[in-house]
């Protein structure tokens, strides 16, 4: 019979194994198109869109181009990593993309503890668009009419029942 602490330890482990890494690239905010992110990106030298970001979320993935990840925090929509793209990969022009990360994101009933009895808003205390919605205390859906994928909602998630599908950016 387990003790106490191992069952409130399986709280911090996911419920099924996720992967480590996704193949699947999330593109900074304010991105034209996923062309101009394989075009221009890999011949960058400064990169200065991961060192712009203060949440630290930017990295560049193995073909030369930014990419986001969720693991500790989500993006703040600050325009930083616009501001100082140089090859205007990113731009703040209306008209482009703005607020919007190219990822759905979704709940994995399976693996979330709200869908199993157990009263959790990791996810919904830090959206700060209101775009979590529980029916009651339990059974978290996003909302995608005003999810911007920002991904703080990932990053708090104690069982990793977050995860995101990614789309290509058009333009």
Not at 34 to 58: L, N, T
Not at 103 to 109: E, H, P, Q, T
Request: proline share 5%; hydrophobic share 35%; net charge negative.
């Amino acid at each position: 019979m387990a003790n106490r602490r191992d069952f409130f330890k399986s709280f911090t482990k996911p419920l099924h194994q996720t992967k480590e890494e996704s193949p699947l690239l999330v593109r900074p905010p304010y991105g034209k198109s996923e062309s101009f992110f394989q075009s221009e990106c890999p011949g960058c030298e400064s990169k200065a869109c991961v060192a712009s970001c203060d949440e630290k979320i930017i990295f560049i993935a193995a073909d030369g181009t930014p990419t986001l990840t969720f693991k500790q925090n989500g993006c703040t929509f600050c325009d930083a990593c616009a501001i100082a793209c140089e090859a205007d990969v990113l731009s703040l022009e209306e008209g482009q993309n703005s607020t919007w990360l190219n990822a759905v994101f979704k709940i994995s009933l399976d693996a979330c503890v709200a869908h199993h009895g157990v009263i959790c808003h990791s996810c919904k205390e830090p959206c700060i668009d209101d775009a979590i919605l529980f029916n009651g205390l339990f059974n978290p859906v996003i909302d995608n009419e005003k999810c911007t994928a920002c991904g703080f909602c990932m990053s708090r998630c104690p069982t990793q029942a977050i995860t995101y599908d990614v789309f290509a950016l058009e333009g």
